[in-house]
């Protein structure tokens, strides 16, 4: 999902859950975890009635390399 904001910009989690043939249910919640942990946000302009927009949020995720 976190993949799939970063490429194709911003998507409702019914979007999502089509696109990925996943549960909206699950899709809706994922996405209430990620933001919780700062990686997607809301976009509260593009909401309509109970649709909620979700962006990622730019962020450089990589984990640092191991030393040997």
Known sequence: MLDRLHRDGPATSASLARALDLNTG???????????????????????????????VPADIRFPRRSA
């Open 26 to 56: 699950a899709t809706s919640y994922d996405l209430r975890e990620l933001a919780r942990h700062g990686f997607v946000e809301e976009m509260p302009d593009r909401a309509h009635g109970r649709e909620r927009w979700w962006r990622a």
